[in-house]
């Protein structure tokens, strides 16, 4: 059998802040997001897909009609580097958009938290937990071995390659993390994975597949934060799964949204 290899790109929207350095709830507010999620997106073909995001940069930069835009300038260090939804002009967004969804190869899947939740979590904790204290980190960790659990055992070789947080390096604790995973699928399933697990932490300027998992995740943090769900809906063709861990209405694991489940506003009317 000849050996097979993946490749996976992993990055987050919106922040696992709670409370601000007064100690103060500040979920939801203004500046602080009511949700935290993050990504993973499976790419076939990682060369070809950068190959095709650094031409689609190269024609914008090269187009008259993009002159002295702020962001396309390389000293501000911004689309001029790499595309990143939150900062692309809305022209740009739309054309990046129609590249993922005409290219073939690619599976999204991401898990959702609500942080009404994890701040409830957090105070059950502080009660259970005299000392306890909340850092944005543990929130990201927990998330990363559920999102990966069923991932690390299709293949001889996985690559995965983790958008760079802050300012420190945290591969050891992404280590850990993918090690628990591990762990995790082993006990529910009793299979044991071989994987030979390559793990990167870069820049999206570095990486085509970290500007596309961006674009998903700007689309998903769109439908949960505003309501919109459109851009979600046209890149719906590469989704096979989004975990919302927080709608326990029905199952304490959440619900699972995938190609015969579809996810869009009005699944989502239920929350305040």
Known sequence: MPSTKRHYYIDEAGDGVLFNKRGRVIVGSEGNSR?????????????????EM???????????YFADVPSLQPENRKTALAFHA??????????????????????????VRDKKSVLAEVRRLEVKRPGYRYHPNELYERMVPRLLRDRLHKADEIDI???QRGKKPRTQALQQAIEKARQNFYRKHKIK??????????????YGGLQAVDYFLWA???LYERGEDRYLKYLWRHVRLVVDADDRRERGYG??????????????????
Request: hydrophobic share 40%; no cysteine.
């Open 35 to 51: 949700f935290f999620m993050i990504g993973l997106l499976r790419v076939e073909e990682p060369t070809r897909l950068e190959s």
């Open 54 to 64: 650094a031409e689609l940069r190269r024609s914008i930069l090269s187009d008259p």
């Open 86 to 111: 939150k900062d692309d002009l809305p022209e740009i967004r739309k054309m990046v958009f129609d590249l993922l969804h005409d290219t073939m190869g690619l599976r999204f899947y991401a898990l």
């Open 161 to 163: 390659v983790f958008s």
């Open 193 to 206: 994975s071989d994987s030979s697990i390559n793990i990167s932490v870069g820049r999206p300027e570095k």
């Open 220 to 222: 998903l943090q769109r």
């Open 255 to 272: 619900v699972y949204y995938g190609p015969t489940t579809p996810l869009n506003a009005a699944a989502l009317d239920w929350r305040e």
